[in-house]
């Protein structure tokens, strides 16, 4: 409990700061590519840490349930609920109960600010892929709090 | 060491930002300023989760051992290596294997960049005192890498 609270709060902590930090006319878009970027490295720091002893993976799905699994359970305390795929490279992860939104209040006027809870994480599973060997893009959403879904694009090389 | 590995990263990349984004004359002072205000609301938030269920502190002294003990130990993994006091209100912490300090190589070259890896923590301290009632400046020094020492010099109200 102690490690998770000590990720949350220096999260918020990096939110805010970037979010001040980041001022001019696009702040806003700005303020979130910087946390996608820091994510990215995080993700690739760790994926590195977490696949040193696994075994290579067979596919692409392979690595998508990985990280489903033993990536979010190291970082965020609990697998994704809900893994879906169309075949051809799009993957959307739910996580019912997303540790980093359940801070926010749950009304609807919060909403706009869940992109900046989201583009940390983003980045972590973009850099976390990279390392892999798996190009993407990764966006999310939320439609009610603290659910949200994050959408996987693999970019063929 | 997955946890472990998660704040250390999130750690590094927040230096990093932090730096770039206090430009100015007096830059390094406002990014070790910055560090340690983010470490100073961590540390509040940290206190409060930890001592939720621990009955009260005797005194002064009481409170520095379960800083060095149980709040050391559920952030860095290990304990504070020496406590000392002169009884008037100043207390130094040595850690001979600072965690935020083993990945910097030791050379004394990179004794100038230390100051940025230990600001946060200075403020965690000075946080996690605060909201257990008890006001102090916390400094840190580091002589040979990666041991260092934080002194709490604590305020009389």
């Known amino acids: 409990m102690a490690d998770e609270a000590l990720f949350q ?3 918020s902590e990096i939110i805010q700061y970037v979010n001040t930090a980041e001022t ?4 806003n878009g700005r303020c979130v590519s910087k946390l996608e970027n820091m994510g990215f490295r ?12 696994t075994p290579r993976f067979k596919d692409e799905l392979d ?5 489903c ?3 979010w359970t190291s970082v965020f305390k609990k697998q994704i609920d809900n893994l879906r ?3 051809q490279g799009i993957y959307v992860l739910q996580d019912n109960k997303f540790r980093l939104l359940t801070q926010l209040s749950a009304g609807k006027q919060y909403l706009e600010h869940a992109p900046k809870f989201l583009a ?3 980045g972590l599973v973009r850099g976390a892929l990279s390392n892999l060997g798996v190009k993407s893009i990764v966006t999310a959403e939320v439609s009610v709090m603290p659910a949200c879904k994050f959408q996987v694009m693999i970019q063929k090389m």
Chains 1, 2 share one sequence.
Not at 24 to 27: A, F, P
């Open 85 to 87: 795929t169309n075949h």
């Open 63 to 67: 690595v998508m349930k990985f990280i």
């Open 9 to 11: 709060f220096l999260h």
């Open 24 to 27: 001019g006319e696009s702040e």
């Open 69 to 71: 699994k033993d990536f």
């Open 42 to 53: 995080v993700g690739q720091g760790l994926i590195e840490r977490f696949t040193k002893d």
């Open 120 to 122: 940390f994480t983003c």
